[in-house]
């Protein structure tokens, strides 16, 4: 008798985006001529840099001819992509991070969840509120946590509260956790963390042996120069984080798949007998054993952005939805609607106007506006009252979506 | 203090593939002279087939104008693609899956590992022996099995030996089992199921409400028109069974990555308080949450192995691998060393000659012919006395190879 595991029933049934799409759909078929704008799910819109076609279609053509033809590539990823991140992304920073300790994968949120398995059923979990459900999911599915409660949260996690309040800092919590998700540029608030608080961060993790899992996937978007991109341009971090990057916000890969996970060679865990382990000896473990690589192509794509054309276009990327950011944050707040993230993320946090609940300023805005954006209580109880607009969209849905809303929100 | 999965601590150190890189290398550089022929690893060597290549270019050049980019995609896979696949792969057939069943992924090792997530701790897990390694290492990370012995198993898994003795075939166990990983054409030994065969499997399974993991990964190669390419042909088997296939080896996708599990709606697994729950459920919920779907343009690559040039070209790389498979039957036996396998499949399972171990005449064959090959005994116990040929490799290299051998080995 084949047994499932039990965890999956204890996720809660209706996932933030299916009941986003759920409504949409819904309100679609009864106004079939709303021109409805989605400025919900972070998904890229402009097309893939130059470079990188460029690159994928090279790398395809070779796979045409037996001398120049590719099967499987190491598990980690091709040596000639990780040392150009290495040095591009990291060294260049200061960070001391090698090749080596860089494993190309199909996505963050992919790493994100399988991260997980090198890990104990006995850790301690963080997580901040709100946060990208990936990070609650997946632990819910491991077995990591107990049920959910009427507020939507699982025992068993710590939960550390980012929003106005506290100037949407994650907290260092007074009691002891030994894994803690970070995602900054902040999915869904659009905080930063500045080289003060990752250190107090660093600090906390040294001292109970904590490992930090630090979501960087928004770091491109970062124009504040005196704000980190990594965190391992934090003093001792090395000794306590991983960190998640992605090619699928700066280059515009969502549909093309390809990220990274930097795991530290001397990152150690604890076994049940107190031995300390090499985190990469079990992740490279996991990755060889489970995985078989990101295909050729895309990987020569991923490299394409390192090229100086590949920069320049990606940073052209990357101005253009931070333009529509701050279009985003001025005609709102000219409207008088209070907004917060928006000028290092592509994410803006809106404090919904009259009190709304955020489902129903969701409603509200879907039906007055026909802009689609995201309930902040979608991810998690303390983004109630907030509501997340994206910047990934055109400048023409940008602008249109601003003027309907202004016309029609004078807070 | 963060805590690692002790069970990966369990796993054998020396796994098979990096210990024949270790000897190959160490050969190489003490005969750097001599030209070696690698036989060992299942990696295709002939070019990806037009048809994919053409399509891949499309949908690269698609990616640069705004109104053809594709951003996320579903995680289960594009409709289109899952479409062409139930069409032609089970419904022309006669296996009643419908596109909705199919998931795309980025790979089948992936899959055969990450498909435990959904199951429970308390699952009595058969694998034959030999066996594709990867069943059994993802089984002792997930911490389904106990320490391993001096004989190479693990504890609390259910080996079922497939040998000569039993003329190939994975015979039901007299025990009751819950999980049971079958792979037809069979890697490394290949030989074949008969539906008769696969049919005794679907009614024990049924009967015990156990479920079989079927790994169709070298379905392609099936040149007898008696044997079933899908455990979807045996009646029944919609509620008993989950099937793994791949691009990889029909289509020459191992570096450029696309496969697809098929679960059946109707097929459920038990719940701790005795529920039936659907397994599409949990593997559609394990799917979505972990995972963000194939790069597009490598699914408009794998939809290309369903066009009319497609169709050729696969069949002409499958037509040529098979040839090579047929020339080292054909040459082996003629040097008196016993072949199996190698008509339905791309591996032949040779006894090895003077009584040789497995690792023994691996070093022999190293040092008198400089072909690689893989030693049986590293797929299992079962495997002692046996190695496996690859059939991947250029037409001049297999020919080549076999001259040697059959210069030196005359048994």
Known sequence: ????????????????????SRRVKAFAEANPDAPIIKL??????????????????????????????????????YLWLREKIATQDFQARGCDIDASEIFI?????CDCGNILDIFGKDNKIAVTDPVYPVYV???????????????GEYEGLVYLPISAENNFTAEIPTEKVDLIYLCFPNNPTGATATKEHLQAWVNYAKEHQSIILFDAAYEAFISDPSLPHSIYEIEGAKDCAIEFRSFSKNA??????????????????????????????????????????????????????????G?????????????????????????????????????????TPFNLSSWDFFDKLLQTTYVVGTPGSGFGAAGEGYFRISAFNTRENVNEAMKRITENFQA
Chains 1, 2 share one sequence.
């Open 1 to 20: 008798m084949a047994r499932i595991n039990d965890n999956y029933l204890k996720l809660k049934a209706g996932y933030l985006f299916p009941e986003i």
């Open 40 to 77: 919900g799910i972070g998904d890229v819109t402009e097309p893939l840099p130059e470079a990188c076609r460029t690159a994928i279609i090279e790398a395809t053509k070779e796979m045409g001819d037996r001398s120049t033809f590719k099967g499987y590539g190491p598990e980690q990823g």
């Open 105 to 109: 994968s199909d996505g963050s949120k």
């Open 137 to 151: 999911d997946t632990n819910v599915m491991a077995g990591n946590t107990g049920e959910i409660n009427e507020k």
């Open 252 to 309: 515009g890969f969502t549909g093309t798949r390809c990220a990274l996970t930097v795991v530290p060679k001397n990152l150690t865990g604890k076994a049940s007998d107190g031995s300390d382990v090499e985190i990469w000896k079990l992740w490279n473990r996991r990755q060889s054993t489970k995985f078989n690589g990101v295909s050729y192509v895309v990987q020569r794509g991923a490299e394409a952005v390192y090229s100086e054309a």
């Open 311 to 351: 920069v320049q276009q990606t940073k052209a990327l990357i101005s253009f939805y931070l333009e529509n950011a701050k279009i985003i944050c001025e005609k709102l707040t000219s409207a008088g609607i209070q907004v917060y993230g928006g000028t290092n993320a592509p994410y803006v946090w809106v404090k």
